[in-house]
Nanobody
């Protein structure tokens, strides 16, 4: 496993931007796939974005954030980022970073939280209207 620590959450007005960071430590090379999920109060933890080091490295996004959010990674710093623009009140949630040893080839699996075995503690993002 790896240890993941998120940062960068906060309170922002609708239309604003935030950049989340996820710093990984431990056996990071064993976890080539990194993702962001989010969980709103009373709701399930939902997929936001994923980026892989193996296979097809094209980032994938949930439909609700495509065109507004960008996932990226700096392998030298073992850090994954989530740039969030044009934020909406519906984006309010706790955002979690996740890692897995798997490389996915279909969205059937990378959107599922149970496919990830390492999780951060989460960072709160609140978007006011």
């Amino acid at each position: 496993q790896v240890q993941l620590v998120e940062s960068g959450g906060g309170l922002v007005q609708a239309g604003g931007s935030l950049r989340l960071s996820c710093a990984a430590s431990g056996r990071t090379s064993s976890r080539p796939t990194m993702a962001w999920f989010r969980q709103a109060p009373g709701k399930d933890r939902l997929f936001v974005a994923v980026i892989m080091n193996n296979g097809d490295t094209t980032p994938r996004y949930a439909g609700s954030v495509k065109g507004r959010f960008t996932i990226s990674r700096d392998n030298a710093k073992n850090t994954v980022y989530l740039q969030m623009n044009s934020l909406e009140p519906e984006d309010t949630a706790i955002y979690y970073c996740a890692a897995t040893p798997w490389t996915f080839y279909t969205d059937t699996y990378y959107i599922r939280a149970d496919q990830y075995d390492s999780w951060g503690q989460g960072t709160q993002v609140t978007v006011s209207s």
